[in-house]
């Protein structure tokens, strides 16, 4: 099984710091997603990623950006966080282009902005 | 633009009912539908789908989902639930723009299953 593995579960950040979510996959698969998921609004697509150093804009990329060095790793950054950046944010993987290909999803970064 | 539709935030069921959650979907082209559950305190996990094909699709842990082309709906049902169905689940579309690799998501419907 695929693995994808996001490295904080919690955190509790202040207004204005940079924040970091990395999310490390163990299997071959091209294609990584940043997800933010706020009650009510489902998942909204940020950022997300088909190759190395390859990103694409999603649906609410504004006051984040992302990095993608190596093919494993995705990391989604926060340049200045603010308190409305408070969420879930979760990480996700699909293997190539094939539109019946499905999303494999790490557990999720609670991201508190005080 | 596609979108997805959950119009139940939340659905109580007795252990051992039938249950159902609804979805409704808009589209341009063929749709590819999904399932997702999310128990608490984890991601997402993928349930089942539906590409082409049989209109009943069956999946994980006994649930199956019925396609509905002319209601454009695709319905989660599962004949007999169980406590530990009690989760959030998300219907979702594929999304055809942004390279065909994105999905669009549903709000989620909440369902409890009571004992």
């Known amino acids: 099984d695929v693995k994808v593995t996001q490295s904080s579960r919690y955190l509790v950040k202040r207004t204005g710091e940079k924040v970091f979510l990395e999310c490390v996959q163990d299997?071959?698969?091209?294609?990584m997603f940043w997800y933010r998921q706020d009650p009510g609004l489902g998942l909204r697509l940020i950022y997300f990623?088909?190759?190395?150093?390859?990103?694409e804009k999603g649906d609410i990329p504004e006051g984040y950006s992302v990095s993608r060095e190596k093919k494993e790793r995705f990391s989604l950054i926060l340049e200045s966080a603010s308190t409305n950046q408070t969420s879930m944010y979760l990480c996700?993987?699909?293997?190539?282009?094939?539109?019946?290909?499905?999303?494999?999803f790490g557990a999720g970064s609670r991201l508190t902005v005080l | 633009a596609q979108s997805v539709a959950q119009p139940e935030d939340q659905v109580n069921v007795a252990e051992g009912n039938p249950l159902t959650v609804k979805c409704t979907y808009s589209?341009?082209?063929?749709?590819?539908l999904f399932w997702y559950v999310q128990y608490p305190n984890r991601g997402l996990q993928f349930l089942l789908k539906?590409?082409?094909?049989?209109?009943l699709v069956k999946g994980s842990y006994g649930f199956e989902a019925e396609f509905n082309k002319s209601q454009t709906s695709f319905h989660l049902k599962k004949p007999s639930a169980l406590v530990s169905d009690s989760a959030l689940y998300f219907c979702?579309?594929?999304?055809?723009?942004?390279?065909?690799?994105?999905?669009?998501f549903g709000p989620g419907t909440r369902l409890s299953v009571l004992p």
């Open positions: 996700a993987t699909s293997l190539g282009d094939s539109g019946a290909n499905v999303l494999t």
């Open positions: 539906y590409i082409t094909g049989d209109n």
């Open positions: 589209v341009s082209g063929n749709p590819y």
């Open positions: 979702a579309v594929r999304d055809w723009g942004n390279y065909g690799q994105n999905f669009v």
């Open positions: 990623s088909y190759d190395v150093k390859m990103k």
């Open positions: 299997m071959d698969h091209e294609n």
